[in-house]
């Protein structure tokens, strides 16, 4: 079998780009080693920034979310008894919108389904050959049988742990890392959400945040230890850790319920440096990972898509190579500055069990700062709402 361009990783990454390429003319297959259930039941991400959400439109799949999604003009942050708004709107004079990556991965499903793109499920053993020469081709197991396909590119959108990063050679990528002591147990609950903004909290047992996906379904994350299991935690125990971890004006008022979804996320940063190996290129968790707590790896992927589907477009519509010479320059700048928001936003509001007196006390001074700071203020917001293109 023959395609102009393999992708692998059925998630939001290979998706969109699989949209876009077919708006464009061009045939891609994608090839995805879960079921389609699966990738739907993943909850992630919930915050889109205006030019992802710009992105998701032009690519033919905004109706949904335009109709659906939930403007957020600003969020909270609290903590030492006290919440300070971040009003987005008037320090940007933009917002973000609150639309799941669930609902972004069925709208992209669906798009795939009416346009007779191809999506093989349940793929296994996927290898990549031949990336530095001009017909890479891609081995696979699908349905029992072993299958071939070749094309003029490959694209990496496999998530943290596929196998595309890791066929460049170790001796060409060079990959950064941070391991944070902590991770996030999250749940989600039909109760009506504790507030319409989102709350970040610090405090010193550990950071909460409360989100939601619509006027009835909260989505609520509170730090836990790296050894935790979701065993460990009864929903009474959750909530009573959430509850504490927020000021008392929300956590007094907070309706609580049954979980419907409960699971721990390990938080890293994580860069691999370069985003291209011959006709392999990297986008999305497959190349950067960035801790959940700037919301930012759903809107950094639909980054990489729109660099790289411009270089693409152009490689097959004129002939010209140059998006295609440039796109890990041109998605590495951009990734570096969000790793920094991500990380700054992890460090300002989380607990770390080891962390000298001394700097705890630089944490408090800079969430006093940030709370009394215009200028802090609009540093922060402009990031959150998502850097210029
Ligand atoms: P994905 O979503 O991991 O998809 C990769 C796909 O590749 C498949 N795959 C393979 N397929 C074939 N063969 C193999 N050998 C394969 N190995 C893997 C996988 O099954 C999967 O379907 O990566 P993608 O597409 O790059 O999308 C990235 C986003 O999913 C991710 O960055 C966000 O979810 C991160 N994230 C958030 N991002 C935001 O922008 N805003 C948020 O508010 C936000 N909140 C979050 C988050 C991630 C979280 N977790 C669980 C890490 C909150 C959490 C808790
Ligand atoms: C979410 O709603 O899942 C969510 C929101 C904001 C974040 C991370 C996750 O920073």
């Not at 309706?255 to 419907?260: D, K, L, V």
Request: charged share 25%; glycine share 8%.
């Amino acid at each position: 079998m023959r395609v102009p361009v393999a992708i692998i990783g059925g998630g939001p990454s290979g998706l969109l780009l699989a949209q876009i390429l077919h708006l464009a003319g061009i045939e891609s297959i994608v090839l995805e080693r879960r079921s389609r259930d699966h990738v739907l039941g993943r909850i992630r991400a919930g915050v889109l920034e205006s030019g992802t959400q710009q992105i998701l439109r032009q690519a033919g799949i905004g109706t949904r979310m335009d109709a659906q999604g939930l403007v957020h003009d600003g969020f909270a942050i609290s903590h030492s008894g006290t919440i300070n708004r971040i009003d987005l709107r008037n320090l940007t004079e933009r917002t973000v919108l609150v639309y799941g990556q669930t609902e972004v991965t069925k709208d992209l499903y669906h798009a795939r389904d009416s346009s007779g793109g191809i999506v093989l499920h349940g793929v296994e053993d996927v290898a990549l050959h031949d990336l530095t020469g001009d017909t890479p081709f891609v081995t696979f197991c699908h349905d029992g049988e072993a299958q071939r396909i070749e094309c003029d590119f490959v694209i990496g959108c496999d998530g943290f742990h596929g196998p595309s990063r890791q066929s460049i050679p170790a001796d060409h990528r060079r990959e950064f890392e941070q391991v944070y002591p902590f991770g996030w147990l999250g749940i989600l609950s039909e109760t009506t959400p504790a507030s319409d903004e989102l709350i970040y909290a610090a405090h010193d047992d550990g950071f909460a945040l409360c989100s939601l996906r619509s006027h009835k379904l909260s989505r609520y994350y509170i730090q836990c230890r790296t050894d935790e299991r979701v065993e460990d935690w009864s929903d009474a125990r959750f909530w009573d850790t959430l509850r504490m971890r927020l000021p008392a004006s929300v956590a007094d008022r907070m309706e609580t319920g049954p979980s419907i979804e409960k699971s721990i996320a390990p938080l890293r940063s994580h860069v691999c440096e370069t985003m291209r190996y011959g006709r392999l290129f990297l986008a999305g968790d497959a190349a950067h990972i960035v801790p959940p707590t700037g919301a930012k790896g759903l809107n950094l992927a639909a980054a990489d898509i729109h660099y790289l589907s411009e270089g693409l477009i152009a490689w097959y519509g004129q002939n010209d190579p140059s998006g295609l010479r440039t796109y890990a320059e041109r998605a590495l700048a951009r990734v570096w500055k969000v790793e920094r928001f991500s990380w700054w936003m992890t460090s300002l509001l989380h607990r770390f069990p080891d962390r000298p007196v001394f700097e705890q006390r630089m944490q408090r001074a800079e969430l006093d700062y940030l709370a009394g700071s215009v200028a802090a203020q609009m540093a922060l917001a402009e990031n959150y709402v998502g850097l210029p293109y």
